[in-house]
């Protein structure tokens, strides 16, 4: 009697292997650059985290800077998509509404992924052309929107009063840094800042704060 043939299970196509390569790449270097800096993060840890051999890594990016700008489209692609979702579902919704839903998003935003605010720490403190690319690219389009939505909210009384740019930070500052500052707040309450209740918690103390006449709303709720 003749043996069954043993199916193979057909091994993944070359192009497909590339693409997860370069996805594992870019997921370690948002991360390492985020923590170290463009100039303190070395490709030969970027490989090591991605499980890519070094050797490999210029047939995917050719420059260190290539990388970096991939890692940077990854995060702030990310943030655009959470955003247009959100803003998909606001036609007809008033200035002050569409804020606080911007806002609760932002901060489970940057709860998931504090690896964006640490990547603009890290590249915000000195001028140059990574940072020009970085305004221009991702950080312009969203400061602008934002600006607009804060100064119209003022107008009718429905956001803290100061110049828009000022509350823009504000916002950015409030949502963002205990969760890019998670080891200190860990070590100086005991509890991680990501847990769920504690985020919830984080964005009701935001609204009260930058929208004191809202009506009440359950923090875990839109």
Do not use: C, N
């Amino acid at each position: 009697m003749r043996q069954a043939r043993k199916t193979r299970a057909p091994e993944r196509r070359p192009q497909q292997r590339s693409l997860d390569t370069r996805e594992r790449l870019v997921e370690a270097a948002l991360q390492v650059f985020a923590a170290h800096g463009f100039e303190g993060a070395t490709t030969r840890e970027i490989a090591r985290r991605a499980e890519v051999a070094l050797a490999a890594l210029p047939y995917h990016f050719t420059t260190k800077e290539a990388l970096w700008k991939a890692a940077a489209d990854r995060i702030f692609g990310r943030l655009g998509e959470t955003f247009s979702r959100r803003l998909a579902g606001l036609e007809g919704v008033d200035t002050k509404e569409r804020l606080r839903l911007l806002l609760r998003d932002f901060v489970r935003f940057q709860a998931a992924h504090p690896e964006l605010h640490r990547l603009m720490i890290q590249e915000g403190l000195a001028k140059g052309p990574r940072l020009e690319w970085l305004v221009e690219t991702h950080i312009r389009p969203i400061y602008d929107f934002v600006r607009a939505l804060v100064g119209a909210a003022q107008q009718v009384g429905m956001a803290p009063l100061g110049r828009p740019e000022h509350v823009h930070y504000m916002l950015i500052g409030a949502a963002s840094s205990i969760y890019a500052l998670a080891a200190e707040f860990e070590l100086l309450t005991g509890e991680s800042p990501t847990q769920e209740a504690l985020v919830a918690e984080h964005v009701a103390t935001l609204e009260r704060m930058f929208f004191p006449a809202a009506p009440a709303h359950a923090a875990g709720t839109a």
